[in-house]
């Protein structure tokens, strides 16, 4: 049974320790892999290997004797994992899903040929490209890889921004007119079964381009969320899909529905599914790479979740801060339990769950106020 | 914050697993004791220190150097436990209450002169002891020491019986006329807050005393419901308990409540708290031990939980039958990767949590049907 299993985590942060979290409930052996030797993982495995997910030979090494592999992030040596996987190893998401998503480029030109509508956009070497763009503005600049919780990602509104631009392989992108951002995560197992969780609303912080808060349901006409879900499908089988996608979206002002990015893994739109859902997005993965049967995937209640971020007004009076957030009912704390600080960094979220959505938001309010 | 606070448990089997899976929601670190190399816990912490938590050197050993002490099973050596509180360690449950409750004559001496009702009982030496009371017979015959699973309980009805007694000090306890067995958990932190879970129904097999399903709700008179948290509460008032305890109670046939047995720890009658409470009896026993406010308690749903106990008709077609089980929605499964096979051992339960407990007692059929 799973005990006999050896599953590889490439990634070690908060998402990884929250798939362990739900490997405990299937007895299963984990080993991460993660540089920073305390990142949160690193406290719940006995088998922590302290190496960049990005080293060739480092991913080929810790894959070796793992039986299945699965990653916590994108940034990951691809060529290792196809190695792993030549070997025998069964690497899901596979390496050439997880190829396609992590340069954003390929990742348009992927959607684009399945026929999935988004953003409208360009490849550029560095920032010198721009100039020749300057018709094109105001657009978006994203960095083709290695971008994350806004890292990477910044608007270019007159010419004079593009000196500040980002000069690396980027996407240059055209401006949506947003209405609202939502987010749908799929999951497929190798019997090609695929189940949708409900589309969620996702509040992103204006100059950061962080997630903020993320509402559950995403309060839409039927039709818009219907049309999200048939994406998030759509996307799930023209990858060939083991394991889950989130898949981030815009609802324009005049109601259609467009993609915006992919995450071949676990994600912070999905956090609420622990407590909300009756399958977390967790425990769906793990069903999904392990080719059990998908877990139903209905929300349970009204959630709303909020990013804990890294700040100086936390800090100075964390331990009570917590304490009071603790004490309202229905408020579930995850605490990332990371080493060191770094402002704007995400450490812990908080679900709030609940019988009515105004509950909900009363709630969200008592605790934005402890936290700011 | 918690990141920085070194908890140990001692005893590193499902009970510790679980534990560490709500450990991780607060990025505690955790250091498991345990003389099985291979139990649940090892898998689940970068901190395993294999060895007997009964050993009073191992004990004090392990202790140094951690903040805070907790346990999971009430075999431990409690020498070491004082001693380790004397030098600074936090031992939540204190050694005082684990050593009450780990000898079931003085646990029940403890309740009777707290005016708790208790089947009468005495304590005897061993086995010879049995023939002065064959005037009492038919009785119940429970070890003093190490009883758990229903090992160390047996009924005598005659005195053919006694021959085949255990030979142990032992507590005889008189037969109660029980209609249902049920179970309260109760909490209370350091600063004196208290809060109980809900009464839940267990049922025990006939023959082997090992809890065979568990109900939440228990389908009782309100009255009745309250007596039990009454009794629950003034436990742990009595223990001045830092911890959880579960409180397992005979409802007689003219409807008394009796209390049968105390369990200092996380408990069997609570896993169901994972996925039908607000809070799980888990994080409970955490916001317990660190001071932080208790957890609201409230049931979310009716729920049925079912043990899984090893079995040669199990092992024959295992993997199918639980992909069966996960095929079932709202049937949570908790596999304990146990290594190794002995039959009639708890190797992983499921809960079946739904809207209306016919729902859930539907489900529960099915999945006996595949479990059988």
Known sequence: ????????????????AMLIRHAI???????????????????????????????YEAVLEFGKGLDIITIEREAVNIDALRELQK???????????????????????????HNIPVAAGEAVQGKNDLYALESKLPFCLKKRRDG?????????????????????????????????????????????EVKCYDAV???????????????????????????????????????????????EMFVTKDNKVIVNELAPRPHNSGH????????????????????????????LFPSLMLNILDSTSLNANKEEKIKSILAVPGAHLHWYGKIGHRPGRKIGHITIADNTMESVLSKAEIIRKVLN
């Open 87 to 113: 070997q025998g190893v069964k690497v899901y998401p596979s390496p050439d899903t997880i190829a396609v998503i992590q340069d954003k480029f390929t990742q348009k030109q992927f959607l684009q040929s």
């Open 272 to 299: 609420h599914t622990i407590e909300a859902s009756v399958t977390s997005q967790y425990e769906q993965l793990l069903r999904a790479i392990l080719g059990l049967p998908l877990g139903d995937t209905s929300l």
């Open 148 to 192: 994350y919780d806004g890292y990477g990602v910044m608007v270019l509104k007159t010419k004079e921004d593009i000196a500040s631009a980002f000069d690396a392989p980027c996407v240059v992108e055209e401006l949506v007119d947003i209405k609202r951002e939502i987010a749908v995560i799929v999951a497929r197992n190798e019997h090609g």
């Open 1 to 16: 049974m799973f005990e006999n299993l050896k599953m590889g985590i490439l990634g070690g942060g908060q998402l990884g």
């Open 201 to 247: 609303a996702m509040v992103f912080s204006e100059e950061k381009f962080i997630l903020d808060f993320q509402e559950a349901p995403a309060q839409l006409d039927e039709a818009i969320l219907k049309e999200a879900a048939t994406l998030a499908e759509k996307i799930a089988e023209a990858l060939n899909l083991v394991g889950i996608v989130a898949v």
């Open 25 to 55: 409930d299937l007895g299963l052996n984990v080993s991460v892999m993660e540089k920073d030797a305390n990142a949160p993982c690193s406290r719940y495995t006995s088998s922590f290997f302290c190496a960049d997910t990005t080293s």
